[in-house]
């Protein structure tokens, strides 16, 4: 088992940066792909960015590409998820996820509000 922690969320105004982190526990995260996802009210779950294992390679949909990046340190067992030029509707509860196999979450975080005003 592996336990995920987010933090790193808040209120911010567009065009501002965060940086979401996510500590593991529980296990090394060093074989697991990881994942970032979202969710705003009365929306789906949207997937914003993937990484595999190793780093090298990393996953980001259209919506947030060139905005968000994904990042990982092993040794430190913590994922990131890197936002620049935040807008209002990426305002929604940030979720971090771990995989056995790619695409296939089965731990999860239990979230941090990001909002952002206009």
């Known amino acids: 088992q592996v336990q995920l922690v987010e933090s790193g969320g808040g209120l911010v105004q567009a065009g501002d940066s965060l940086r979401l982190s996510c500590a593991a526990s529980?296990?090394?995260?060093?074989?697991?792909?990881m994942g970032w996802f979202r969710q705003a009210p009365g929306k789906e779950r949207e997937n914003v960015a993937a990484?595999?294992?190793?780093?090298?390679?990393?996953y980001v949909p259209n919506s947030v590409k060139g905005r968000f990046a994904i990042s990982r340190d092993n040794a430190k067992n913590t994922a990131y998820l890197q936002m620049n030029s935040l807008k209002p509707e990426d305002t929604a509860v940030y979720y971090c996820?771990?995989?056995?196999?790619?695409?296939?979450?089965?731990?999860w975080g239990q979230g941090t509000q990001v909002t952002v005003s206009s």
């Open positions: 996820a771990a995989a056995r196999r790619w695409n296939e979450y089965t731990f």
């Open positions: 529980g296990r090394t995260i060093s074989g697991l792909y």
């Open positions: 990484i595999n294992w190793s780093g090298d390679s990393t």
